[in-house]
Structure formats: C-alpha cells, structure tokens
C-alpha cells in the first residue's frame, strides 16, 4: 500500500517520537534496521517536510520539530513519497475523459479512504499503543515517551 522509503521514514519518525533527546542517523539505521545511506536520505525530506530538525555537534542529531501528537501519518507519507490518487484514466482512454471507470473509481476511493485514515493517525498514538511500536527492535531502556519528560 505504501512504499518502503514510506515505510523507512515512518519507522524514522516513530524511533524519534520514543526519544527525549536527538539520535544520530547511525543510531536510527541500525535500531530501524533502515540502510544507512538510505536512511540519509529520508532524513533530509523530512527535515525539507518541516518534520524533522537536525542538530550538528557534539549532542546533535535528529528530532522531531514539532510534538508527535501534531504530526499524522499522512504527513510522514507525504514528505518522502506521496500517495497519487487517479484523478484522469490511467490507461489513457480519450473517451474516460475525468470520468474514471468502475475499477479506477473504486481503486480512487479506497485510496482516499486510506489517506484519511493516515490523515487521522498520529505518531503518538504509535508510540502509546504498544510498548515497543518497532516490533520489539527498541530495548526500553532507551526511550522516553512524550508524556513522560
């Protein structure tokens, strides 16, 4: 349904909700199991998404840049790959015009019915949902909810 640089960026920002304190891209690749260089990248589309601050120095890193509660999923998706919603034919047949057929009228709907349910999604109630939201990846030692600084 989602890419996987969507996927990547979302485990990213879910790793950076559980934290008080900036991580390093090194620190998020290897706790997210996202490549390196890879990761290098999402990160700098989320920091360009206004998602993400990144701190150079000693100390520095990467945070959110706004509280967890404040950013949805869709955001996330949206700042590293958007979902495309048909809006013409995709098989180019003049006659559909804007009118989508039966199929892509329903393909277009689940869509929005998906971009609505990120849209609803926040990266707090990841983290709030379960005691690790990365697949157990994260010894809790190491994390620090929001509502808990």
Known sequence: MISQTAEYALRAMVFLAMRSSAAT?????????????????????LVKGRLVHSQRGIGG???????SSEISILDVVNAVDPIERLTSCPLGIDSHGFNLCPLHKRLSQATATVEAAFAQSRLSELVEESQSPLCASIPLSQTQLPYEQ
């Open 25 to 45: 891209g090194q620190e998020i690749a290897e706790t997210t199991k996202v490549p390196p260089g890879y990761l290098s990248k999402i990160m700098q589309q």
């Open 61 to 67: 890193g990467f945070v959110l840049a706004k509280p």
